[in-house]
């Protein structure tokens, strides 16, 4: 007898469409994060060495900033509800 190669499905438990949304956006809140602050700290870390005589104050205010715009970002992205994530540089506020 020759064996079936039919593929079965297989059943598997999916995540609801709310924690899948709420996923999205912890993962872009955390990676912008990190992406705003760096880039912030990078800023601070080049006014320092050009202007500022190699003080540490602009590399953390840089980094204080990127922090902080990412923050407001994830905020108004969680308080939205169930709208999808965009970055809110592309598009223009009414």
Same mark, same amino acid.
């Given at each position: 007898?020759?064996?079936?190669?039919?593929?079965?499905?297989?059943?598997r438990a999916?995540?609801p469409?709310?924690?899948?949304?709420?996923?999205?956006?912890?993962?872009?809140?955390?990676?912008?994060?990190? !992406?705003?602050?760096?880039? %912030?700290? @990078?800023?601070?870390?080049?006014?320092?060495?050009?202007? =500022?005589? &190699?003080?540490?104050? $602009?590399?953390? !205010?840089?980094l204080?900033? %990127?922090? @902080?715009?990412?923050?407001?970002?994830?905020?108004?992205? =969680?308080? &939205?509800?169930?709208? $999808?994530?965009?970055d809110?540089?592309?598009?223009?506020?009414?």
């Amino acid at each position: 007898m020759a064996e079936s190669t039919e593929l079965k499905p297989v059943a598997r438990a999916t995540k609801p469409v709310s924690e899948a949304l709420l996923n999205e956006k912890w993962d872009h809140a955390i990676s912008s994060l990190i !992406v705003r602050s760096s880039v %912030g700290l @990078g800023f601070g870390v080049v006014l320092s060495v050009l202007l =500022f005589k &190699r003080r540490a104050w $602009p590399a953390w !205010v840089g980094l204080g900033f %990127g922090a @902080g715009r990412a923050y407001e970002e994830a905020d108004t992205a =969680f308080r &939205r509800g169930d709208n $999808p994530v965009t970055d809110a540089l592309r598009h223009a506020r009414s």
